[in-house]
């Protein structure tokens, strides 16, 4: 089956390291992008950033830049997301998503989320 | 930085048709696309490239563009569209960006 199996919840206290893990299964880890997305509860999708496991090129939203790392192990077809120094603010749920292998900028396979809740 | 800009919510009644815009002044350069995200679930993706649904999407999903709006149409709405929907496209001007719109709470009456 084709899916995105991300690790389960986490609760975190402030300037706490964290990462979180999407597993790839079903298809071919290094063909595709994957991007990770943020969700506030109560709010909408933010876009923080995207890797391309097969040469591990990363990019990042302006607004993430510097926040988070993206990182990629082929051996094992996992993502990560990591933070070094956790704060309250990244209380939310956090998906990873697979880009279209066409090239287009659209996602067509979302993991079930992972929350992580961080307390001051 | 871009924006797409949705209305908060829309109202429709069973069977009829839901129109969700979305607007954005980098739209007429770049496609949207359309997610449905149901209260404790994951997005999916529904309509992409402004018009093509993916498989297993039913047709009464669709899409169009018209200069800096695209829309989602629901025709015939079912008591189970009721979600949020979001569109996103992305923003290429300066750095590599990909934008969602601020979401769009469909409630079936």
């Known amino acids: 089956e084709v899916q995105l199996v991300q690790s389960g919840a986490e609760g975190k206290k402030s300037g706490d390291s964290l990462k979180i893990s999407c597993k790839v299964s079903g298809y071919s880890f290094t063909n595709y992008w994957i991007a990770w997305v943020r969700q506030i509860p109560g709010k909408g999708l933010e876009w923080m950033g995207i890797?391309?496991?097969?040469?591990?090129?990363?990019r990042y939203s302006p607004s993430f830049q510097g926040q988070v790392t993206i990182s990629a192990d082929k051996s094992i077809s996992t993502a990560y997301l990591q933070w070094s120094s956790l704060k309250a603010s990244d209380t939310a749920m956090y998906y990873c998503?697979?880009?279209?292998?066409?090239?287009?900028?659209?996602?067509?396979?979302w993991g079930r989320g992972t929350l992580v809740i961080v307390s001051s | 930085s871009y924006e797409l800009t949705q209305p908060p919510s829309v109202s429709v009644s069973p069977g009829q048709t839901a129109r969700i815009t979305c607007s954005g002044d980098a739209l007429p350069k770049q496609y949207a696309h359309w997610y449905q995200q149901k209260p404790g679930q994951a997005p999916i993706l529904v309509i992409y490239k402004d018009t093509e649904r993916p498989s297993g999407i039913p047709e009464r999903f669709s899409g169009s563009r018209l200069g800096t709006t695209v829309t989602l149409t629901v025709s015939g709405v079912q008591a189970e569209d009721e979600a949020d929907y979001y569109c996103?496209?992305?923003?290429?001007?300066?750095?590599?960006?990909?934008?969602f719109g601020g979401g769009t709470k469909l409630s079936v009456l």
């Open positions: 998503a697979r880009r279209d292998y066409g090239g287009n900028w659209y996602f067509d396979l």
């Open positions: 890797i391309y496991p097969g040469d591990s090129d990363t």
């Open positions: 996103q496209s992305t923003d290429f001007s300066g750095t590599y960006d990909v934008v």
